[in-house]
C-alpha cells in the first residue's frame, strides 16, 4: 500500500507543478498565440494527472471504482484541445497582432 500512496503522490505532485508551470506562461507569454499554449498543456496534462491520482487513491481506498474522476478526465482530454483550438482560430479571423518575436507569422 506504501507503493501505491507513493504513486498516488507522485501524480498528484506533478499534475499540480505542470498546472503551475501553465499558469506562468499564461502570465508571461508575450502574444494570445504562444500564451494560449500554457493554459491548453496545463489542463490537459496538469489536471489528467491530478485526477488520474484521485481516481487512483478513490479507486483503491475506497468502495469500487470511481467513475467520475474517469468521466472528467476523458471529457477534459476531448474539450481542453478543441476550445483552445477554437481560440487560436478566433485570433486568426480577428487578425490579432503576434509579437516581434513570433516566427512564421500567420500574416502580415
Do not use: W
Request: aromatic share 10%; charged share 15%.
Amino acid at each position: 500500500m506504501m507503493i501505491l500512496e507513493a504513486v498516488i503522490s507522485l501524480f498528484l505532485v506533478v499534475g499540480a507543478l505542470i498546472a503551475l508551470i501553465g499558469t506562468i506562461g499564461l502570465a508571461r507569454l508575450p502574444d494570445i498565440y504562444t500564451r494560449l499554449h500554457g493554459p491548453a498543456k496545463a489542463s490537459t496534462l496538469g489536471v489528467g494527472a491530478t485526477l488520474f491520482g484521485s481516481f487512483l487513491y478513490f479507486t483503491f481506498f475506497t468502495e469500487g471504482v470511481s467513475m467520475q474522476e474517469a468521466l472528467i478526465t476523458a471529457f477534459l482530454f476531448v474539450t481542453a484541445p478543441v476550445s483552445a483550438n477554437m481560440i487560436a482560430k478566433a485570433a486568426l479571423h480577428r487578425r490579432v497582432k503576434c509579437s516581434e518575436n513570433t516566427q512564421n507569422k500567420p500574416f502580415d
